[in-house]
């Protein structure tokens, strides 16, 4: 419901209320809609019929007050009160007895009815916006939507480009950040699909707390310019959610190469020892060596990332040579080698991501 349209009572909810505080006060109690129907009652012979009372407070949009009976109208004494909801008039609220008793309960039930009213309409949108979100991510995930169709969607959804696509493997589906509430033309809720979390947010969305933990295994997509990125960006992170393993966790991410994961993410899984078998001779300590060597920018820094002396490092990198029979200074060499460290992640045979 936009903020625009009028509100709603709904029967269900207002006899709720009713069936809650009428026996606690005992009370006769009866709650009417915008034209003085009456839509929730103590009563239940009553519900559905018009309230005459409610209408003139509907009309005058003012609290009545009925101090005695009157048995050819058919009222009895009590307090008939205007209900709002958004600030605006949406029906009454009655309850019998004498009105300087019963005002205060009335004025509590218009209350609870408001606050009861707010929490189904935040859940009704909070509902709502995942679904919408997982359809959003399915089409991404499925493939074979058009772009267009889906630029349209995120479009309707006020997501517009440049946007991240986000893939997510919690350590706990407890997390409280899968909680979190998507925004309206800033990001999605959190998605589970293909057996990790997704979400997609503006490239403008730089909320550093609300990022999964350091050592999660969490992987964040470039701004995308269009859906067209969008969907080889999701057919690449897809590929990894299979190899969980491929995934690295933040603290990992510098020494990690995502166009090797995915390489080896879409290698058969029959061929995967096959790759992997020029870094079997390879120790955890060394295989991380050749990976960190490889994203750095200097020996200098690889051996600082390392906490390890230079020459420790020229050492190891002899021994890596040795043991492989690889000349990991020539570029082509050293890929392979990666490649096949990779493989050996895949198979999880090595920790190192």
Request: glycine share 6%.
């Amino acid at each position: 419901m936009s903020e625009k349209e009028q509100p709603r009572l709904a029967s269900a909810l207002a006899q709720k209320v009713v069936d809650t505080i009428a026996p606690t006060i005992n009370r006769h109690v009866n709650i009417m809609n915008a034209h003085g129907i009456i839509i929730a009652s103590s009563d239940a012979a009553r519900i559905g019929t018009l309230h005459e009372g409610s209408v003139e407070v509907i009309r005058r949009n003012e609290v009545i007050r009925v101090a005695q009976a009157d048995e050819s109208a058919g009222t009895q004494p009590g307090v008939n009160l205007p209900l709002t909801l958004n600030d605006r008039l949406c029906g009454v609220v009655g309850v019998t007895g004498a009105p300087h008793e019963v005002e205060p309960l009335a004025d509590l039930i218009a209350l609870t009815v408001q606050l009861l009213f707010t929490q189904e309409r935040e859940h009704s949108r909070s509902a709502r916006r995942a679904a919408e979100a997982r359809d959003i991510i399915s089409a991404l995930l499925a493939g074979h939507v058009a772009a267009e169709v889906i630029d349209r969607t995120l479009d309707s959804h006020g997501l517009r480009a440049p946007l991240h696509l986000e893939l997510w493997l919690p350590r706990s589906e407890r997390d409280p950040i899968l909680d979190h509430a998507s925004i309206d033309g800033v990001r999605t809720s959190w998605v589970g699909l293909f057996g990790a979390h997704w979400r997609l947010r503006k490239a403008s969305d730089e909320s550093v707390a609300d990022v999964p933990g350091a050592n999660d295994r969490y992987l964040v997509g470039p701004a995308a310019s269009d859906a067209g990125e969008l969907l080889a960006q999701a057919e690449e992170l897809r590929t990894l959610a299979a190899r969980p393993a491929l995934l690295p966790q933040r603290v990992h991410r510098e020494i990690w190469n995502q166009d090797i994961a995915v390489a080896v993410a879409r290698t058969p899984a029959r061929s995967l020892k096959y790759l992997a078998a020029q870094a079997q001779v390879l120790n955890q300590e060394q295989a991380k060596t050749l990976l960190v060597v490889a994203t750095a920018s200097s020996m200098y820094e690889a051996a600082e990332s390392l906490h390890i002396h230079r020459n420790t490092l020229v050492q190891r990198l002899e021994r890596i040579g040795q043991v492989t029979g690889a000349d990991i200074r020539q570029a082509g060499e050293s890929l392979r080698l990666q490649h096949a460290v990779y493989a050996r992640v895949a198979l999880g045979e090595l920790q190192i991501f």
